[in-house]
């Protein structure tokens, strides 16, 4: 039997994804792009916006257009939040919520078309379900993402995230490093290590992400790691010197910043202030001044006034990041924040997303062009456009160089030259050593 995916959302989600596809490999299906004719179907959603509910439905109509008997599976965080919801969607089969999703096999029988879609999404509790979950990125297997983190204890205003995902909870060390060494035999020479609260690893079992990090350090093979994004209140001094002079983990932080007004940030239930945050990146330029940092942030949160958002501009043009993921606020059942009376108008959220992806461009565009004549290793994935190979140094600048079939998957150092097209061509410098992988 044919099975395809279609994944919304994060790397994680992606990740679980990809474990979904081994099992099915695994018995002997056949899996096959989401635009070819399938047997089975599975989508896994997302629940961050409203768009991605949207797609949601879209993606499900679009399955059944390609393959009108197809058995099809919706799972993740939006089966989670609003099994109902999808159960009422037209040609659905099989509802998966957060505990159920990894044991696809238990619920799903003989994939037979239901007269009626089944709904399996058990309440979140502590023991709520891990589900191990890798997924690598492109076909010339470079880089992974591996889960090692699940769920949130934070409860921040804006965020369906804890109801959809439940408590935080971790991967034991031990079986984080096990899957790292799978994916190394299998080629990769990078790890992003991913989950909802990555920082927020090892809580209540007793370890913590320093100790993972070193724990994956002593891995052969593995020659970069690279952390998804971390929240600020859990970037410690101690684990952040570790990671500048560290060999391995690669120098980039994204650190969710969500607003630069004080005000907003208490509103939001974050955990830190505007001048903590300032601190921080400050202590990261401090001991590297060529780490790339990335921020998230949210404009038109409810009450946020014009005074506010420019503040947090300003704000934003101040401090020495490189570049931003901007989010224009989205009304969540059941989060504190969707209650509120002072919600701002969604052309005024729209102006103001659009002044801060206009700022966040140019901070990208100056950090690459200040590249320009350095000499900085680069992990070449894919190929591109023109004969060209794409890599990412390990400050997360792309750079472009020709194509020469041995450097493909592998780390070499090159010089960087002049950014054009959102990433900077580049000249190798030697590679007389490469092996053919």
């Known amino acids: 039997m044919r099975v395809s995916f279609h994944t919304l959302g994060c790397k994680l989600n992606y990740a679980e994804t990809a474990a979904l ?32 509910e949207r797609e949601c439905r879209q993606m499900v109509r679009r399955a059944l257009r390609k393959s009108p008997d197809a058995f099809v599976i919706v799972l993740g965080c939006y089966a989670q939040l609003s099994p109902e919801a999808i159960a009422s969607i037209d040609g659905v089969d099989l509802v998966l919520g957060t505990g159920e999703k990894s044991r696809l096999f238990d619920f799903a029988g003989d994939f037979r078309k239901n007269a009626v879609p089944h709904i399996h999404a058990s309440a ?10 890798y997924s690598g990125e492109g076909s010339d297997r470079t880089r992974a993402f591996l889960k090692v983190q699940d769920g949130c204890d934070f409860a921040c205003s804006y965020c369906t995230i804890p109801l959809a995902r439940g408590g935080s909870r971790s991967q034991t060390i031990d079986a984080c490093v096990e899957q ?45 790691i690279r952390i998804s994004s971390i929240e600020p209140n859990l ?25 630069g007004s004080n005000s907003i940030l208490r509103a939001m239930r974050r955990r ?16 590297d001044p060529d780490a790339g940092i990335g921020a998230d942030v949210i404009v038109g949160f409810p009450g946020e006034t014009e005074a506010e958002f420019q503040q947090a501009y300003q704000f934003l043009q101040e401090i020495p990041v490189n570049y931003l993921h901007v989010f224009t606020y989205s009304e969540r059942p059941n989060t504190p924040s969707v209650d509120r009376k002072d919600h701002v108008e969604p052309r005024v959220r729209y102006r103001r997303s659009s002044q801060l992806r206009v700022l966040g461009k140019k901070k990208r565009d100056a950090f690459h062009a200040a590249q320009r004549g350095k000499t900085l290793p680069v992990l070449l994935e894919r190929t591109i456009e023109n004969d060209m190979l794409s890599g990412y140094t390990t400050n997360y600048v792309r750079v472009a160089v020709p194509f020469q079939p041995a450097l493909l998957n ?4 090159v ?9 900077c061509l580049g000249t190798v410098i030697t590679h007389h050593h490469i092996e053919v992988t």
């Open 124 to 133: 979140l509790n502590e023991t709520a379900d891990f589900g191990p979950a």
């Open 21 to 52: 596809e081994r099992q099915f490999l695994e018995r002997g299906y056949s899996a096959v792009p989401f635009s070819e004719a399938t047997d089975i179907c599975v989508i896994n959603t997302c629940t961050v916006t409203q768009r991605a």
């Open 180 to 224: 790292a060494r799978r994916i190394v035999a299998e080629g990769y020479k990078e790890i992003v290590l991913t989950g909802v609260n990555v920082g927020d690893y090892g809580k209540g079992n007793g370890s913590s992400l320093l100790q993972l990090l070193q724990a994956l350090e002593t891995l052969e093979g593995l020659e970069r």
């Open 272 to 287: 830190y202030t505007a001048d903590e945050y300032r601190s921080l990146i400050q202590r990261i330029r401090e001991q």
């Open 415 to 423: 010089r960087i030259g002049q950014y054009e097209s959102e990433q």
């Open 235 to 259: 970037l410690t001094d101690e684990l952040l010197t570790h990671w500048i002079q560290s060999e391995k983990i690669c120098n980039h932080f994204h650190i969710p910043l969500q607003s």
């Open 410 to 413: 592998a780390v070499v150092p």
